[in-house]
């Protein structure tokens, strides 16, 4: 999976400063190509790559919040949310892990708070290119990225400084206890401002870090390492950290260690504000169900193209055969009427056709009825349907349900053979008396 990381300077560029393509392999980092003075066509190089917008940030604040012990789950984050809205403008707040001190009857949260004109107006990126974004972070999120893969179990001091700006972050794990961000003009002033840094934390905040991390000038400016080192006991200069980025020289690595620690924090500490999540979130939706409807539209409209190939072909097969048929009929008509024995021949058919409008022809097919039912009388007509009449008493109830479900299978059976039955019989339960009377008619022949 590739990763296009760009890095913001905020409102004083609308460019990156630098670019980064990182590619992971089974869990391993490769940086693939850097642009260290940034591009005015940002989009042109994302591809299929995800991007990650990494923006400066002075006024990002990373604060403690104490809430009472008892509350869990959705009651704790409401509370957080009251407790860091206050009187602050609008603001992009994510919370980290919540701690609980031995004795104390509150729990410790952290806060990161991100005000929202950073992502609409001084970000650095234009409007398209926030849409295109998959994460949007900060530098000194970025930072703790680095810090929390290295040393996931100690608190850090990590100190960070290129040509126009310098970043301490104070974190531990995953959790942001302080970060600063501020101009640098002056590379002799760097080691005096991580001094008054590490002074200012321990003694506002209790502050007291395991170990101090240096990166950017802080690591590759030979003065101010060796100032830092001359006066700070606990110390070490970073490298590119190893089993996680491979063959990146020293020197690269301090140039693109920004983009490449939000690439390691991934969504977690995406400050999207809520707003244009969901507005990401639904343009995406909305694209894959597009997508799928283009699919599902394609698919319909071959299916619909074959069975309306197969209509017309057997629509015009249809065709060619009444054509035929039609033929047929005019040269038989031809012959017959050419043909000495015409006359004979239609009165052959003639004779037919009177023969099957016979009522008594019908009688083979009643006959199983009658035979089974018994008859009163019967009346046969030429003109009016056949009337089977006929009166029968039972001894009990069961019997003459029996008799009545044996009627309606012979009625059913006559269906069957295109005879019209109405059943006008009735069936007396009190009195345990059947009187049946049937009008049976062939269908058509009355036509």
Do not use: W
Not at 12 to 26: D, G, H, I, S, W
Not at 194 to 206: D, F, G, I
Not at 378 to 385: F, G, L, Q
């Amino acid at each position: 999976m590739k990763f296009l990381s760009a890095e913001f300077e905020g409102n004083r560029t609308n460019t990156p400063t630098r670019c980064a393509v990182f590619e992971r392999k089974k869990g391993i980092f490769s940086l693939e190509s850097r642009l260290d003075s940034g591009t005015d066509d940002l989009l042109s190089l994302k591809g299929s790559a995800s991007l990650v917008a990494v923006c400066g940030c002075p006024d990002f604040s990373a604060e403690t919040v104490h809430a009472p012990a008892s509350l869990k789950g959705s009651s704790l984050r409401l509370f957080l949310r009251s407790k860091t809205a206050g009187n602050r403008e609008k603001s992009t707040v994510r919370f980290g892990a919540c701690s609980q001190p031995e004795g104390s009857g509150e729990k410790e949260c952290q806060a990161y708070i991100m005000p929202d004109r950073v992502y609409e107006k001084e970000s650095g990126l234009d409007t398209e290119e926030r849409e295109a974004a998959d994460i949007f972070t900060l530098s000194p999120l970025a930072l703790c990225g680095i810090t929390s893969a290295l040393y996931p179990d100690r608190l850090v001091l990590h100190a960070y400084a290129d040509e126009s700006k310098l970043i301490i972050t104070i974190s531990k794990g995953d959790e942001v206890f302080y970060a600063r961000t501020a101009p640098a003009t002056d590379r002799a002033m760097l080691a005096g401002e991580l001094e008054l840094t590490l002074t200012h934390t321990a003694k506002s905040r209790n502050l007291r870090p395991d170990l101090i991390l240096l990166s950017g000038l802080y690591a590759t400016d030979g003065h101010t390492s060796d100032q830092i080192r001359s006066r700070q006991a606990v110390q070490t200069v970073l490298a590119a950290p190893d089993g996680i980025l491979a063959e990146c020289p020293f020197d690269v690595f301090h140039k693109i260690i920004i983009p490449f620690g939000a690439v390691l924090n991934g969504r977690k500490l995406d400050f999207t504000p809520e707003k244009y999540r969901k507005k990401k979130f639904f343009s995406k939706t909305m694209f894959a169900l597009n997508s799928a409807l283009l699919v599902i539209l394609v698919v319909l409209t071959a299916v619909n193209l074959h069975f309306f190939s197969s209509y017309k072909s057997k629509t015009e097969e249809l065709a060619k055969a009444a054509s035929a048929l039609r033929a047929d009929r005019e040269l038989t008509s031809e012959i017959l009427s050419a043909s000495p024995s015409s006359g004979y021949l239609l009165s052959y058919l003639n004779l037919l056709n009177e023969r099957d409008k016979n009522p008594v022809r019908l009688l083979a097919d009643v006959e199983p009825l009658i035979m089974h039912i018994g008859f009163d009388r019967v009346i046969v007509s030429r003109t009016e349907p056949t009337v089977i009449a006929a009166s029968k008493e039972f001894g009990t109830l069961n019997s003459l349900t029996e008799f009545e479900e044996e009627i309606k299978a012979e009625i059913t059976r006559l269906e069957s053979k295109k005879y019209t039955v109405q059943n006008d019989s009735r069936f007396g339960y009190d009195n345990l008396v059947a009187n049946i009377k049937l009008n049976i008619s062939r269908r058509g022949a009355a036509e």
